[in-house]
């Protein structure tokens, strides 16, 4: 699902079904992005990234692919499972000065379902 | 990945108490760390910039009398809530860059003001 407003959007799979999160990011100036997995009371944590000059990127049942044309970036998990559960985060890296930062998106809530 | 842990992991406080939070890097020398602040079901909140041995970078609508941040050294910078209200509670969660792009995340600390 998109991220959009103000409400976390949920995507509810069944187990071992695919799962495909997307996310609009917003500078096209941004030159390396970033997927995070957040489980509930916890840090967020990495599970891929991609660069600008890359359109798809494969991480262990993961995979990660770019569109620069419409700045589009989505998170395909392959066989999902009860503890890929949490809120994922796509996340931009833009340059403000000498100080690289990340730009988040609003998160999408991933439910698995036995 | 690198290891980034925080300290408290939860912490309640009087209001009008200060309270400090503490953010290593254990494994890796920290040229930067990023404080961020979430809200429940909520995206990440860049609050302010930190680099080793000189002042952060707060964002804007962040004050820096209220959050005042040290980041005395390439592992360690702290997050210390001054004279904290009700309206600090929330998820504050620091991060820690060595250099290359990717950030490593805390586990977050959970601060309640009563």
């Known amino acids: 699902g998109e991220s959009v407003g103000l409400h976390l959007p949920t995507l509810s799979v069944q187990e071992g079904d695919n799962s495909i999160i997307n996310c609009a990011y917003s500078n096209s100036a941004s030159d390396y992005f970033i997927w995070y997995k957040q489980e509930s009371g916890k840090g967020p944590q990495f599970i891929i990234d991609?660069?600008?000059n890359m359109d798809k990127r494969q991480g262990q049942r993961v995979t990660v692919l770019l569109n620069k044309t419409v700045k589009h970036l989505s998170l395909q998990i392959a066989a999902t499972q009860p503890g890929d559960s949490a809120v994922y985060f796509c996340?931009?890296?833009?340059?403000?000065?000498?100080?690289?930062?990340?730009?988040w998106g609003l998160g999408t809530s991933l439910a698995v379902n036995p | 990945g690198a290891v980034v842990s925080q300290h408290p992991s939860r912490v309640i406080c009087k209001s009008g108490t200060s309270v400090k939070i503490e953010c290593r890097s254990l494994?890796?020398?920290?040229?930067?760390m990023f404080w961020y602040r979430q809200f429940p079901k909520k995206s990440l909140m860049l609050m302010a910039t930190s680099n080793e041995g000189s002042k952060a970078t707060y964002e804007q609508g962040v004050e820096k009398d209220k959050f005042l941040i040290n980041h005395a050294s390439l592992t360690l910078s702290t997050l210390t809530v001054t004279s904290a209200h009700p309206e600090d509670s929330s998820f504050y969660i620091c991060?820690?860059?060595?250099?290359?792009?990717?950030?490593?995340f805390g586990p977050g600390t959970r601060l309640t003001v009563l």
């Open positions: 494994d890796f020398q920290a040229t930067t």
């Open positions: 991060s820690a860059r060595g250099g290359e792009r990717e950030q490593f």
């Open positions: 991609i660069r600008s």
């Open positions: 996340a931009e890296n833009a340059d403000a000065g000498n100080n690289r930062k990340l730009i």
